[in-house]
């Protein structure tokens, strides 16, 4: 039995990558969710919260914040980080990468989403070939993106490719790495197990309803 547990909002949010890989390692969790805006900013957890903001992450007596944050966290624990320093810091570049795009999706999406879809969709052929390229230059793009192990940026790709195909289908086809990645990580076990549970499938992917 595991103690983890995952506060957040009632969307799959910036969540998806550590229940991916909380997963993947067969851990279980269990997830606290505020479902109404005016329950969380009255709540005791807003203003206990480091930063006053979720997700939250708790492991037993411990708790944190800050979703990046928790990804390493948790690829320290189930030595998701690389073999060596240098591996650990180009994963750590990767996921900046990943964030940068995240943050670009999130404030068209919360703030600018009918006026700046097209827009964002078009900018993500340049954006993703960033990523097709990096992913090239490790095992001919065959395998992950860092070293020969999967680690917490390959989750946190793969959750941004999938919010993206979602923007736009067809968005991964011309990158065919990337698209291998996608199902690659996808047909894990365990993985293609959460992605059609209940805990995944029945959340919206934003808080907005936009998608
Ligand atoms: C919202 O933002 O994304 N937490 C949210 N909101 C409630 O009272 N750096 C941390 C992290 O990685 C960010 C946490 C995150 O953990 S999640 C929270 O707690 C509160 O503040 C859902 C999400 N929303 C994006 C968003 C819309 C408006 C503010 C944040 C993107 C950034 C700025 C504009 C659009 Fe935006």
Redesign the pocket.
């Known amino acids: 039995m595991s103690n983890f547990k995952i506060t957040y ?1 009632a ?1 799959r ?2 969540c998806t990558a550590i229940k991916m890989i909380l997963s993947d390692q067969g851990m279980t969790w269990e997830d606290e969710t505020f479902s109404s805006l005016s329950e ?2 009255t709540s005791e957890t ?1 203003k206990k919260a480091a ?5 939250a992450f708790t492991d037993g007596d411990f708790t944190m ?4 944050a928790i990804l390493r966290y948790l690829a320290r624990k189930f030595d998701l980080y690389g073999s060596n320093d240098k591996d650990a810091a180009l994963i750590d570049m990767l996921n900046d990468g990943v964030e940068d795009l995240r ?1 670009k999706y ?2 068209m999406i ?2 600018n989403y009918e006026e700046g879809k097209a827009d964002f969709v078009k900018s993500l052929s340049v954006e993703l070939d960033y990523f097709e390229k990096l992913l090239g230059k490790n095992q001919d793009g065959k395998f992950c993106l860092v070293g020969k192990k999967i680690s917490f940026a390959d989750y946190n790709l793969f959750d941004l490719l999938n919010i993206i195909e979602v923007l736009q289908p067809g968005t991964l086809r011309p990158f065919a790495l990337l698209f291998a990645f996608a199902a690659r990580i996808a047909s894990r076990p365990q993985i293609s197990k959460f992605l059609g549970s209940d805990n995944h499938r029945k959340l919206p992917i ?2 907005n309803g936009k998608q």
């Open positions: 909002f969307c949010g910036r969380w900013q807003k930063f006053g903001q979720l997700p914040y800050q979703s990046n943050m999130l404030k919360y703030t934003n808080g």
